[in-house]
C-alpha cells in the first residue's frame, strides 16, 4: 500500500515537504508562517518539532555534499529545532515555492514567506521540495505511514 500512495502522491502532485529552519523557529515565526501556508489553502497533512543531529542534517542534505556551502547548511540545520511537514493541496510544490519565494531573500517578491522572515541566503526561513519526487522522500525521510492523514 505504501508503494501505491507514494506513487498516487508524485502522479497527483498533491504534496509537498517543508521544513521551518532554526533560526525562524527561534525568532518564533513558526505560528505566524503556519498561519500564511493555511491561508494559502494548504492542508497539514503530518508536522513535527524536532531537533536534527549533524548526521541526519547530512543525510537529508547529502544531494549537496559536494557543494562548498554543504559543512556550514548541515551544522546550521542541526543548531537549534526545526519543523517538519508535508502540506497538501494540487499542484503542491509549485504552489508551495511560489509561497516562499526564491531561495535569496533578496530576490524574493513581497509577501512571501522568505522576503518576510529570512535573515540570508542559508537562514532562509523554511525548505521547500524542489520536485514531486523529492517531495515523497523528504517527507518519508522525517515521516511514517501512520504520521501522515
Do not use: W
Not at 532554526?22 to 498561519?35: D, Q
Amino acid at each position: 500500500m505504501l508503494l501505491y500512495i507514494n506513487v498516487y502522491s508524485i502522479m497527483r502532485g498533491n504534496r509537498t515537504f517543508t521544513m521551518i529552519k532554526p533560526t525562524a523557529v527561534k525568532k518564533g515565526h513558526i505560528g505566524p508562517i503556519l498561519a500564511i501556508i493555511n491561508d494559502a489553502g494548504f492542508k497539514i497533512i503530518a508536522m513535527k518539532l524536532l531537533r536534527l543531529s549533524k548526521e541526519q542534517a547530512q543525510q537529508f542534505y547529502a544531494i549537496h555534499k559536494e557543494r562548498p556551502f554543504y559543512a556550514d547548511l548541515c551544522t546550521f540545520m542541526s543548531s537549534g529545532p526545526i519543523v517538519a511537514a508535508i502540506i497538501e493541496k494540487d499542484d503542491a510544490v509549485n504552489a508551495y515555492r511560489e509561497l516562499i519565494g526564491a531561495t535569496n531573500p533578496a530576490n524574493a517578491k513581497e509577501g512571501t514567506i522568505r522576503k518576510l522572515f529570512a535573515t540570508s541566503l542559508q537562514e532562509n526561513a523554511v525548505h521547500g521540495s524542489d520536485s514531486d519526487e523529492n517531495a515523497v522522500i523528504e517527507g518519508n525521510f522525517f515521516f511514517s505511514d501512520i504520521e501522515k492523514f
